[in-house]
């Protein structure tokens, strides 16, 4: 018997065959970060023309950014989010202050700032009830024991990011919606900011540069 040919099945193709014939609007935070930022690069090879008009992307505040197409878009302040019309039906939340912002704001000020994003996203939620919500978290909501952290003051980043799990599952739920909040552990790929922070890029930078690993 003839040995089966490969498959090889690309992301843009599993987008393009989830929203093939809906008419999904679909929000994107965090746009000018890794995550959201290979979110609009998948969601306007998956549309094509119609991307434009189903997709939003949004960060800190209004600039354009440019997709690994080539095109340009213009991602909106955040704030805005609460007001997009049509509203989302979709809405990929990507957006948070990484852990190596807390030395530079200071814990106080890194957590008011991370909840401010929280409560703008679980404002926008309520008034648009969309039915799909995906929330990317963070293997970092478990301490080295394995348990879920819990010290605000010693993990920042782990602790806020369980916050946002609970409160994230809980708004898509009153508005009869379904959450999803994959945890990251050691990824890597396009639009990889900051390498050496993750592991797997530290090990690939420290390979190339014919170092000890």
Not at 10 to 23: E, F, K, M, Q
Not at 73 to 87: E, F, I, K, M, Y
Not at 92 to 101: D, I, P, Q
Request: with cysteine.
């Amino acid at each position: 018997m003839a040995a089966a040919e490969p498959v090889c099945v690309r992301a843009a193709d599993l987008v393009a065959g989830a929203l093939r014939g809906t008419d999904e609007v679909v929000a994107v935070t965090g746009a000018t970060g890794w995550f959201g930022g290979v979110a609009l690069d998948l969601l306007y090879e998956s549309l094509g023309d119609q991307a434009p008009a189903r997709v939003v992307g949004y960060a800190s505040s209004a600039r354009e950014v440019s997709l690994s197409d080539g095109r340009t878009v213009q991602v909106r302040p955040l704030g805005a989010l609460t007001s997009q019309d049509p509203p989302p039906t979709t809405l990929l939340h990507c957006a948070f202050l990484t852990r190596e912002k807390v030395a530079a704001l200071g814990i106080d000020s890194y957590t008011s700032r991370n909840l401010a994003i929280t409560a703008t996203v679980l404002g926008a939620i309520s008034r648009h009830k969309p039915h799909a919500v995906v929330v990317i978290s963070s293997g970092a909501v478990y301490s080295s024991a394995g348990a879920l952290v819990s010290d605000l003051r010693a993990d920042p980043y782990g602790v806020l990011k369980h916050v946002d799990e609970l409160a994230f599952r809980a708004a898509t739920r009153d508005v009869g919606g379904v959450c999803v909040i994959p945890r990251v552990f050691s990824v890597a790929g396009a639009r990889m900011t900051k390498p050496e922070l993750y592991a797997l890029g530290s090990l690939i930078a420290m390979a190339i540069a014919g170092g000890p690993i």
